[in-house]
């Protein structure tokens, strides 16, 4: 028997997954100014096509100074309105690191299945249209320094000028919590207690974790990352960072693990299993700062 039915079909991790596995195969080089940027940038757009026909898929393209010229950078944002006044933003970068252009780095943990994920949530928000604050998603550009040294005025380049121009135009004011993925698709996935985000997101998360089943994957290691987060913090808008930046077995010189921001950040070390748990996360983080 056939019936008209609201759909109940949950974030499917294993199509982020799948998606990450496309995203990667057309643009597995995604440095600023590079073809594969170019390439990754038409993959965004081509999957939010009902979203930009509805007039809700903005590309947010400036210039950026950076210390190895004017690059142009383009930040999109696809929106999904709900039915009360303010705004949920989940966001993820989407580029990979320009000082990495001379290795095969792919950044599939880094910035790529997080972009998929984002892309498997629009997926998901397109059935299950936002019933309390409007969700946003944001596939930033130039978060990774341009130099091997992180600096501060060398790196986050997109969520700057997005925080800059959000200020400006006052949707700052209306953003009710800014959420990051960055590095949350790995088989030992656990999300770190990022100390830099808003101790009531970090309860909630707590919460959520416990809610969804997914305790055992939150909080086992205690972090303070400079991530996408930061500009919002810095204006004072309650963010969070799940960010797990324990990537591949430890060595002396790589504490935190040999595979971050080097040629092994490879499709086979993530599985479609974590990327559920850190969907689930998301959707049940929404749930619950709708509630609040
Ligand atoms: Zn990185």
């Not at 933003?89 to 993820?92: K, L, Q």
């Given at each position: 028997?056939?019936?008209?039915q609201?759909?109940?079909?949950k974030?499917?991790?294993d199509?982020a997954?799948?998606?990450t596995?496309?995203?990667?195969?057309?643009?597995?080089?995604r440095?600023?100014?590079?073809?594969?940027?170019?390439?990754?940038?038409?993959f965004?757009?081509?999957?939010?096509?009902?979203e930009a026909?509805?007039?809700?898929?903005?590309a947010?393209?400036?210039?950026a100074?950076?210390?190895?010229g004017?690059?142009?950078?383009?930040?999109f944002?696809?929106k999904?309105?709900?039915?009360?006044?303010?705004?949920i933003?989940?966001?993820?970068h989407?580029?990979?690191?320009?000082?990495?252009?001379n290795?095969?780095?792919?950044?599939?943990?880094?910035?790529?299945?997080?972009?998929?994920?984002?892309?498997e949530?629009?997926?998901?928000?397109?059935?299950?249209?936002p019933?309390?604050?409007?969700?946003?998603?944001?596939?930033?550009?130039?978060e990774?320094?341009?130099n091997?040294?992180?600096s501060?005025?060398e790196a986050?380049?997109?969520?700057?000028?997005?925080?800059?121009?959000?200020?400006?135009?006052?949707?700052l004011?209306?953003?009710?919590?800014f959420?990051v993925?960055?590095?949350?698709g790995?088989k030992?996935?656990?999300v770190n207690?990022d100390?830099?985000?808003?101790p009531?997101?970090?309860?909630?998360?707590?919460?959520?974790?416990?809610?969804?089943?997914h305790s055992?994957?939150i909080?086992?290691n205690?972090?303070?990352?400079t991530?996408d987060?930061?500009?919002?913090?810095?204006?004072?808008?309650?963010?969070?960072?799940?960010?797990?930046?324990?990537?591949g077995p430890?060595?002396?010189?790589?504490?935190?693990?040999?595979?971050?921001?080097?040629?092994?950040?490879t499709?086979d070390?993530?599985s479609?299993?974590?990327?559920?748990v850190?969907?689930?996360l998301?959707i049940?983080?929404?749930r619950?700062?709708?509630?609040?």
């Open positions: 028997m056939i019936h008209a609201k759909s109940t079909a974030f499917n991790g199509a997954y799948r998606l596995e496309q995203f990667l195969a057309v643009a597995p080089h440095w600023m100014g590079s073809p594969g940027h170019a390439k990754a940038e038409q965004i757009r081509d999957h939010f096509k009902e026909a509805k007039g809700h898929f903005e947010d393209t400036f210039t100074n950076t210390p190895v004017m690059y142009p950078m383009t930040n944002i696809v999904y309105p709900g039915k009360k006044d303010g705004i933003v989940i966001a993820s989407y580029e990979t690191n320009y000082w990495l252009r290795i095969n780095f792919v950044g599939a943990n880094d910035g790529a299945c997080t972009s998929a994920l984002l892309m949530l629009g997926n998901y928000l397109r059935t299950h249209p019933q309390g604050y409007s969700v946003w998603l944001v596939f930033d550009d130039g990774e320094s341009i091997e040294q992180w501060d005025s986050l380049y997109g969520t700057r000028h997005l925080a800059a121009k959000w200020s400006q135009d006052g949707t004011g209306n953003i009710k919590a959420m993925a960055d590095m949350i790995a030992d996935l656990n207690r100390d830099f985000s808003t009531w997101l970090l309860d909630l998360l707590k919460t959520a974790a416990k809610n969804t089943g055992s994957y909080f086992k205690e972090t303070a990352v991530d987060h930061i500009p919002f913090r810095k204006r004072g808008v309650p963010v969070l960072d799940l960010v797990d930046i324990t990537y430890p060595t002396e010189q790589r504490p935190e693990g040999s595979y971050h921001h080097t040629a092994m950040d499709l070390k993530l479609p299993h974590s990327l559920q850190s969907g689930d998301f049940e983080m929404i619950l700062i709708d509630q609040r």
